[in-house]
């Protein structure tokens, strides 16, 4: 069997077992997609189910985003298959007490380096049913990745236009934005139940797709992420207008490690930046 | 459908030579929701009042917006005419025309202009006014005192003598706190335990105090007025009801060799013992660390109880019934207090924080405090300065100032204040019983600000011939039995080598270890050093942001006693105000959770500057819990709204600041001409050049937002 | 564009720079009429959608003031505005917003002088600037075509 086969065999078994064992009564992973090279989330609830779970390079959504779902918060302990990402998705969703961590495990996939899965690289599943507080240390390595300099390729070079031509490229991007909201919806930390976008009395933010409406939404949905989103890239790949959200979350994760040193996902005690604040934080724009 | 009066102020000529006021009044009239728009010489005159009070009558007006001079001003005036005739307060605005208009503009027509677009947000704002009441508390009549140093003596003194019930919490066994180790006082030089020990009995035998010794807080709920707190009693095994402190049973205890606390580890005590000869209560208590029998009981795991070694103290009291009780336990008492005072003082620099001194390592290098003990009469020596090494009468004394303060690496940035003058004391105490001995100081610039203070340092030099060294010492060592130090003095620009036989340090002045931790649970700020923090600098110094608690003496930072009992007697008069009245009437400026729509992400608990937002549990009727929301207390709320913005659903809102008043606000001031492609979005507006939306606007009346319909729309379903 | 006045919009504490606007009233100082003060009790009560929201309704320029760090009337409601600001105005500079309209200031109740300086600096600034016509085009109605510059 090559490697992969054997990872994808201990994937199914600790989903198995934990749903034998009553270790959990829901494990949320992947299954093959109707659409190929498309692997659709899989919510397990008996033990047999576990045999139709995947796992490859396309299995990028975000699954802790089903955490906050009533269906998924009526059940007491729920696994997830848990690539980084997921597993930093519920450190923030801990942070802000949406999640209760006794009562999520994670099957955790490890692979090299932060994107791993985007390419196609090896991965392994770790050994047994993981907490997070179990997990954290193995994945603390990753953090030193999170700021090199690659990771803001693309933010870098909208940094190196002019404030007018900055302004085209995003009006021009904006522009495209259907609000279809997918972005809102595949987000793990976009839990709200009922989004600032849909708030009516009063209406800060233009529900229809007009220039200023999509600017506000696309300006307000990155700053509700500020400090907090985890770079999964979920939002983007679920844009289907190809709005590159990427480089608005990456600038945000920027100005916050610079500015307050923080990366978000790591730590589920940490304060997140935006709640929190030191007396010497730096002021040299303000007048 | 919003009927609001507008009244336009001239304030003679200050408004009206700049702004044209009939104007102003004009272009509100063809404002919408604008039912009445007048304007007159002084609104704030009787007349003025008077008419907006008739108007609101006459008009049946829903609100009121008076464009006049600052609300900073005439804000309650207004209020209070409109309260006056039945219309709730807080559905009148005003509009600032006079200090942010005709004050600093000087063209009329711009000015005009201007006045009325100002005019134009607060009517946008009043259209979405809603009535308020302001939040009345009860306030329980007894306050709470943490802390029996001589700030929370003479607030608890002070309070309780104005006829209010107070509470003193103190941790040690007795009350007095530092000041109580003290030997002699500056500048006056007067017996520290002759004027404090009075006020101690004082309070001991005060009917509305009530004295908890070993005492802790353990939790704090509520709000000013209707605090809640949970005072954990610790076991002193000993009954304060029948004990009359004769001293049977210390004189018993057979463990005698235990370093003081109060004499700063120079003199020794028993394991059932009292602090100091003048202690309230002067009732021991028993050391569980160091009694036999609570050894016994740990090394075998048994209750206390049950041990049966030693008991020579409970065997020599002489109380029927004895007093000695091995089974006494920690109690939690709950106390319903109406205001807080925290008077919980500091520390001194611990020895290990200096090791560059060889404090605690080298035996007669000692702490400021431990010098008071020496030079003190009831002290370890007697008042004799002697070497804790070998007892040998000291010769020569160096004393070093700044040890700490002043240093950021040994993070206490700040200066300690008190340590300029009682450096001098020490030497001044040490010639004085040592006529022969030479003393020198080693200080890096002198702070004797305060009454008396700069000459009492004059007499120290001058008078006692302390020789004052400026520099800073390096390094001490020991050689053949004496201290050698090694510094410069940089107003000669020399090194000094000095010989001494003891060495006082004047360590900095530190915050009491997990202040922090309380301060936490009371809803006050500290800084980054750890001092608790005032609700405002210099205006509100007794205050903290936490409403109903106050702040005395060195916990908020160093300071001597005279400034601490000021501060005190402060923060017990703003107690005593508050304690007078049976109920206090808060503003309804408050913060308000819809729970709908609250997500319980936290921020705003998290945010919050007084800690006023906590969790509310929903459960249906089985009692099952469904959800977690945030929920407000008005009666902590300060209304700074600062929750509001970091909520980012916008569950929670601001009275009288609401995100709809905002809203309004800012649309008020868009200028429509200016907006190609721009519908008309059903609000009637009027730029420089009139409404584009061109709706009926005479009528006065159109309040048809669309965003008021419409139902809210939600992600899941 | 000679004769350009912008609009301006500002937020303003109610303790610090609402009070620092009266106290140039009161001096008697001169600044010029562009700016509108929008009261709010405390820094920590202004969301960056009131920015976004004013930039829609014309503002070429808004200006957000409250008391300096330690003089808060709430202790630290402007310390967690500043947070806000800092990571908010990195993004409107990101997506092409010139950071002179937008200005952040801490104007305490004494500085009456450094209000109506500031004032008149960002008056000049904006003007110079011209009308916020990017923003203003960006159509309000569905359906339109783009016509951002
Ligand atoms: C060496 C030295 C010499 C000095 N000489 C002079 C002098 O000559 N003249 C002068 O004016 N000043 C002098 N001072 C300063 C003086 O000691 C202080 O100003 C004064 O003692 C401060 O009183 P306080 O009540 O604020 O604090 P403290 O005296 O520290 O009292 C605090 C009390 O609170 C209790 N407490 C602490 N935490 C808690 C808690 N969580 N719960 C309940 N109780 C708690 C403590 O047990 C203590 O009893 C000197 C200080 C030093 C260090
Ligand atoms: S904003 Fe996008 S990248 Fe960030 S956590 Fe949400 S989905 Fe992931
Ligand atoms: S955009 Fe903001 S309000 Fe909307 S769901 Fe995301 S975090 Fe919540
Ligand atoms: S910030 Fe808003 S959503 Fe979050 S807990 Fe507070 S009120 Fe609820
Ligand atoms: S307005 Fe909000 S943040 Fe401010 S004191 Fe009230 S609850 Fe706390």
């Given at each position: 069997m090559p490697a992969e086969g054997r990872q994808l065999e201990k994937l199914r078994h600790l989903a198995r077992h934990a749903l034998e064992s009553g270790a959990v009564s829901l494990v949320i992973g992947f299954a093959e997609g109707t659409v190929p090279g498309r692997a659709a989330p899989l919510f397990c609830t008996a033990p047999a189910d576990a045999d139709r779970l995947i796992f490859d390079g396309y299995c990028t959504l975000n699954l802790a985003n089903y955490l906050t779902r009533p269906e998924v918060r009526a059940h007491q302990t729920v696994a997830l298959v848990a690539r980084h990402a997921v597993a930093k998705a519920v450190v923030g969703l801990v942070q802000e007490s949406q999640v209760d961590p006794t009562r999520v495990r994670l099957i955790a996939i490890h692979c090299p380096d932060l994107d791993g899965l985007q390419q196609d690289v090896a991965w392994t599943v770790a050994d047994g049913l993981q907490t997070l507080d179990e997990f954290l240390p193995t994945a603390a390595h990753l953090h030193d990745q999170e700021l090199t300099p690659e990771r803001f390729a693309a933010v870098a070079q909208v940094e190196s236009k002019s404030s007018h031509d900055r302004w085209d490229h995003f009006a021009r991007e904006f522009d495209k934005c259907i609000k279809c909201y997918a972005c809102r919806n595949v987000c793990p930390l976009c839990y709200c139940e009922r989004c600032i976008a849909d708030k009516n009395q009063p209406q800060w933010i233009d529900t229809s797709s007009t220039q200023r409406g999509n600017f506000a939404w696309n300006i307000v949905r990155a700053f509700h992420l500020a400090g907090r989103c985890i770079d999964c890239g979920a939002c983007e790949r679920a844009c289907p207008m190809d709005l590159p959200l990427m480089e608005l979350n990456r600038k945000m994760k920027k100005v916050v490690a610079e500015r307050f040193g923080y990366v978000a996902g790591y730590d589920p005690k940490a304060d997140l930046p935006l709640v929190t604040f030191k007396k010497d934080d730096p002021e040299e724009f303000i007048k | 459908m919003s009927r609001i009066g507008v009244f336009v102020c001239w304030c003679g000529e200050n408004i009206g030579r700049t702004v044209d006021c009939p104007a102003v009044a004009e272009a509100a009239r063809r404002m919408p929701g604008v039912a009445h728009a007048v304007d007159y010489?002084?609104?704030?005159?009787d007349p003025g009042q008077q008419m907006i009070i008739q108007a609101i009558a006459e008009h049946r007006l829903t609100g009121l917006v008076v464009a006049s001079c600052s609300p900073r001003m005439h804000e309650p005036t207004f209020r209070k005419a409109a309260a006056r005739a039945g219309l709730n307060p807080y559905l009148c605005e005003m509009a600032n025309i006079r200090e942010h208009c005709s004050w600093v503009h000087e063209d009329r027509a711009v000015a005009t202009a201007k006045a009325i677009e100002l005019l134009r947000v607060m009517v946008e704002k009043v259209r979405h006014n809603e009535a308020l009441k302001a939040v009345s508390v009860p306030i329980t009549d007894r306050a709470l005192v943490i802390g029996g140093g001589i700030a929370g003596i003479q607030a608890a003194l002070d309070i309780a003598d104005a006829g209010h019930d107070v509470i003193l919490v103190e941790r040690a066994p007795s009350i007095g706190g530092h000041m109580s180790q003290l030997s002699e006082t500056f500048p006056t030089l007067d017996c520290s335990q002759c004027i404090l020990t009075p006020k101690m009995v004082e309070v001991a035998q005060h009917p509305r105090i009530r004295l908890l010794t070993c005492a802790e807080v353990e939790a704090v709920s509520g709000y000013v007025g209707n605090f809640e707190v949970t005072v954990r009693r610790k076991a002193r095994y000993v009954r304060l009801d029948r004990c009359t402190g004769c001293g049977a049973c210390w004189n018993e205890c057979p463990v005698k060799k235990i370093p003081s606390e109060f004499d700063e580890g120079l003199g020794l005590r028993t394991a059932v013992y009292v602090p100091f000869p003048q202690a309230v209560p002067n009732k021991p208590m028993i050391d569980t660390e160091n009694c036999l029998r609570h050894k016994d009981a740990r090394r075998k795991g048994i209750p206390v109880t049950e041990s049966k070694v030693c008991g020579k103290c409970e065997a020599a009291c002489p109380i029927p019934g004895k007093a000695i009780n091995f089974a006494d336990a920690d109690e939690l008492e709950t106390v319903q207090v109406g205001a807080i005072v925290v008077a919980t003082g500091f520390q001194t620099l611990p020895a290990a924080a200096i090791p560059e001194y060889g404090a605690g390592r080298f035996k007669d290098v000692v702490t400021g405090l431990q010098f008071e003990r020496l030079a003190s009469a009831s002290g370890p020596t007697s008042g004799e300065i002697r070497r804790p090494s070998d007892g040998r009468p000291v010769e020569r004394l160096a004393v070093i100032a700044c040890v700490g303060s002043r240093d950021p690496a040994k993070g206490c940035a700040y200066c300690s204040k008190i340590c300029c003058m009682y450096i001098a004391k020490h030497a001044m105490l040490f010639r004085h019983k040592n006529h022969h001995g030479a003393a020198h100081v080693f200080y890096m610039d002198i702070r004797a600000g305060g009454k008396d203070y700069d000459e009492f340092v004059r007499r120290a030099i001058e008078e006692d011939g302390v020789d004052y060294l400026r520099g800073r010492v390096s390094r001490i060592f020991e050689r053949g039995g004496k201290l050698v130090l090694f510094g410069s003095d940089t107003l000669v620009g020399e090194k000094v080598e000095l010989e001494v036989d003891m060495v006082v340090l004047a360590s900095a002045m530190v915050p009491q270890p997990g202040v922090q931790a309380l301060a936490q649970k009371l809803g006050v700020a500290y800084d980054q050093s750890g001092w608790l923090t005032e609700a405002h600098p210099k205006l509100r110094p007794v205050e903290t942001a936490a409403a109903g608690v106050f702040l005395a003496g060195t916990c908020q930072g160093p300071r001597d006693i005279p400034e601490t009992v000021a501060q005190a007697g402060g923060a017990a008069s703003k107690v005593i105000g508050l304690l007078s009245r049976d109920t206090l009437d808060r503003e309804p400026i408050i913060a308000r959770v819809d729970e709908r729509v609250c997500d319980y992400c936290t921020a705003c608990i998290k945010t919050c500057p007084v800690k006023a937002i906590g969790t509310k549990e929903l459960k249906n009727r089985q009692g099952v819990l469904l959800r977690r929301v945030a929920e407000v207390n008005a009666g902590l709320c300060i209304g700074c709204g600062t929750c509001v913005a970091a909520c980012r659903p916008k569950a929670i809102d601001l009275a009288g600041f609401t995100d709809a008043q905002l809203f309004a606000e800012v649309r008020a001031l868009g200028d429509f001409n200016d907006i190609e492609g721009r519908e008309c979005d059903g609000v009637p507006h009027f730029g420089p050049a009139g409404c584009i939306a061109g709706q009926s606007v005479k009528s006065g009346g159109l309040d048809s937002h669309p965003t008021d319909a419409g139902m809210e729309r939600e992600k899941h379903g | 564009m000679a004769d350009f006045e912008p609009n301006i919009t500002a937020f303003v504490c109610t303790w610090c720079t609402y009070a620092g606007a009266d106290l140039a009233g009161t001096s008697r100082m001169k600044y010029p009429a562009n700016v509108r003060l929008i009261r709010v009790p405390c820094t920590g009560r202004i969301d960056a959608l009131f920015i976004l929201k004013a930039f829609e309704n014309g503002a070429d320029a808004v200006l957000v003031s409250g008391c300096h760090p330690g003089d808060c009337h709430y202790t630290s409601g402007n310390l967690h505005a500043r947070r806000r600001w800092t990571v908010f105005s990195e993004l409107l500079d990101f997506v092409g917003i010139d950071s002179g309209r937008v200005t952040f200031s801490w104007i305490s109740a004494a500085e009456g002088r450094k209000f109506a300086d500031l004032i008149t600096e960002v008056t000049a600034k904006v003007r110079a600037l011209g009308p916020f016509d990017s923003y203003r085009k960006m159509s309000a109605a569905a359906g339109e075509q783009s016509n951002a510059r």
């Open positions: - | 010489k002084y609104m704030c005159s | -």
